[in-house]
């Protein structure tokens, strides 16, 4: 759900690439087979290395800080956590025509959730919401509080609102227009988060939730992980959760009127943003995301 996805700046991925940075970088685990993992999501080409190991390399320029600042912040947050989150093992320098930094991790066995699995669990709505609540807790010592890190800094919804408001624009007949401008506004309109800043995953929806035995086991994917509003984690349910579950995983949180309205404008943003992306090419993202912008509407 990023931009600056040009054809030009895409590196020629392939397992000889991946071999050959594995091989020379880390010899330890040189002689771990690789298989590519498929589909692996817009931002990475990852390759599961052995039986425990994962190899990511960002597709395009808005995913080469992920593979640092995983490696920075996970280690510290995963102890304060009550799903399991992936644990970095190494940062891969550019090599062999590869421009950007990559990265290995531990493996995390599991499925993506899925609406049909979860989306009426009250059970899972509540672990999410104190997944949420456990992250926005963790204060790194070293940011003084109140002030924030230059690679955990957090962008406003406002600086969406151009793209938004073209987005509503191209949609114009397979969604309700009005609604969604009406919903727009509200979102920029209210009031802001007047609390002191606090950790969010920034990219929390169902492509990023791992499950185990029907359970929801792990979060994956912290690449938009900041410090500011945790409004835009609310997305989540908007793309996971029914009525019901929805009501029981805010109340859980205790989110006020204004955080859950950001939120729903959030959830809008990104849902456009998705559609007008991927809809025509893959028709499981434009299902998912006719889902997060119509519940979105719903509230």
């Known amino acids: 759900m990023v931009a600056d996805r040009t054809a030009d700046t895409r590196p020629q991925i392939d397992e000889a690439l991946v071999r050959r940075l594995v091989d020379t970088q880390f ?10 993992l498929n589909p692996a999501g817009s ?4 390759y599961r290395l052995g039986g425990d190991l994962s190899v990511r390399l960002p597709r395009h320029p808005g995913a080469i800080g992920q593979a640092s ?24 320098d550019p090599d062999f025509g590869y421009p ?23 059970r899972a709505a509540v ?7 456990a992250l926005q807790r963790f204060v790194p010592e070293d940011i003084p509080a109140g ?46 988060w007047d609390r002191s800043p606090v950790c969010f995953h920034g990219d929390f929806h169902t ?32 793309t996971l959760m029914s009525a019901n579950s929805r009501a029981a995983f805010r109340d859980a949180l205790g989110v006020d009127d204004a955080t859950w309205l950001r939120g729903r404008g959030w959830a809008l943003a990104t849902g456009l943003n998705a559609y007008t992306s991927y809809a025509a090419v893959n028709p499981q993202v434009a299902a998912q995301t006719t889902r997060q912008i119509t519940q979105a509407l719903i509230g």
């Open 147 to 192: 002030n924030t890190r230059e690679d955990l800094t957090a962008r406003p919804l406002s600086d969406r609102d151009r793209a938004t408001r073209v987005a509503i624009a191209k949609v114009d007949g397979v969604f309700d227009t009005a609604a969604m401008t009406e919903l727009w506004n509200a979102a920029l309109s209210a009031p802001g």
């Open 43 to 46: 931002d990475h080409v990852i």
């Open 207 to 238: 492509g990023n939730l791992l499950t185990s035995d029907g359970r929801l086991s792990a979060v994956i994917d912290f690449g938009g992980l900041g410090m500011g509003d945790p409004a835009c984690d609310l997305m989540i349910a908007f």
């Open 27 to 36: 010899p330890q685990w040189g002689k771990l087979p690789l298989k590519l």
């Open 100 to 122: 950007w930094p990559w990265a290995v991790s531990r493996w995390l066995d599991g499925e993506v959730a899925t609406v049909d699995a979860l989306g009426d669990s009250l």
């Open 69 to 92: 600042k995983e490696f920075r912040w996970l280690p510290r947050l995963s102890p304060h956590l009550p799903l399991a989150v992936p644990v970095p093992v190494g940062v891969g």
């Open 127 to 133: 672990e999410l919401a104190r997944f949420l609540a």
